[in-house]
């Protein structure tokens, strides 16, 4: 799996400075808010955050620190979503949005034990992913994992423009880029 492409994929889909007033997150560039950017040490303006600063920004925050790329070693494609969910909603919601699905997987503990969703990737949601993986094969297992996490994203993406209805306006564009 190449993280590199990966990232470039997630900067293309992300466009480059953006402070739209209906997003909470206020000045982005290349998809990452000003308050990530502060928090990874970055303090110019974001009109113009090298790329370069993005691209380490995603590789350390929304790759290496959730642990995405143990995921990608079994299952590349599950680990790019997570990615790019993370980009999105946060490492953390992406984790647990997989353990979430582990868990209604497990066939009531049958197949491996349930998970703490905990929203971090640890020792046991790499085992229940490397169990599932088994039990029901590499490529259909990613695929059905896959198509849980897409549908809890677009859950998530439904309350968040029902309980915030300024997030309309990005709803259609959320569902266009994001689910699937």
């Not at 993406?157 to 959320?174: D, H, K, M, T």
């Amino acid at each position: 799996m190449d993280i590199s492409a990966l990232i470039d994929e997630v900067i293309a889909r992300e466009g480059g400075y953006s402070n739209h007033p209906a997003d909470l997150g206020g000045p982005t560039r290349f998809g990452i808010t000003q308050a990530v950017a502060r928090a990874n040490g970055y303090a110019g303006d974001m009109k113009v955050m090298p790329r370069t600063v993005a691209e380490t920004i995603y590789r350390r925050v929304y790759w290496e620190r959730p642990g995405y790329a143990f995921v990608a070693e079994m299952a590349p494609r599950l680990a790019a979503e997570l990615l790019d969910t993370a980009v999105n909603m946060g490492p953390g919601t992406a984790t647990g949005f997989l353990q979430r699905a582990l868990n209604a997987f497990n066939r009531n503990q049958q197949d491996y034990p349930d998970l703490k969703v905990d929203r971090r990737i640890g020792a046991r949601t790499l085992a229940a992913l490397r169990a599932f993986l088994a039990l029901r094969g590499k490529k259909g297992g990613e695929a059905v994992l896959l198509k849980a996490v897409d549908i809890l994203q677009g859950e998530r993406y439904l309350s968040l423009a029902e309980l915030r209805p300024a997030n309309e306006a990005f709803l259609y564009g959320w569902f266009a880029n994001r689910i699937g």
